[in-house]
């Protein structure tokens, strides 16, 4: 899709604790227009213009990656500190208290409610393309068609809240995005998701190119 913000290349850190493929996400994000660099060093996270946490698998061993790494402290203080933050998949579940997946795991509290499991009258995990419900707009959804389908890999999602951007249908109501301040948050796959994840993406890097600048 180009370069961001009058052609600067923002620096995007991708944390990786060694849990799933992200090499998914990295490419995107390059695709999106990024310098982007997979990583756990807290140095190179640290000096980021935007990082991005995101996770395959399960809640509690990615918890459990995520702070044996220390790059919860990390991802905490880029938080606090402004920085364009992106979860994506686990990694915005990650972000929530906790999950009925793994009860007694802490999560990283930037959400400050649970994360909980998908209906029992549907099939789980929902892995299906399915179009996102927007509740208000926001940078997230820039360029943007109406009707924007995403894909989903998921049993999981976070509890509702007043930062929820939009949600999706899926047996109910099912948060997909999530966003506040400096925070953005996708329960699917921008990755994974076509043209239309591509421009997500680009919107974070065209952010992090911005908030890099000032």
Known sequence: MGEASGGRRPLIAVRDDGIGNLHSAHKGFEHAGADTRLTADRGLIAAADGVVLPGVGAYGPCMQALRSSGLDEVALERVEAGVPFFGICIGMQLMFAGSEEAPGVTGLGIFDRPVVALPPTVKRPQMQWNVLDRRVEHHMFDGLPD???????????????????????????VVAAVARDNVWAAQFHPEKSGANGIRILHNFVTAAAEAGAD
């Open 147 to 173: 009707e924007t389908w995403v894909y989903f890999v998921h049993s999981f999602a976070g509890a509702d809240g007043d930062d929820v951007v939009a949600t999706c249908h899926y047996g109910t109501d």
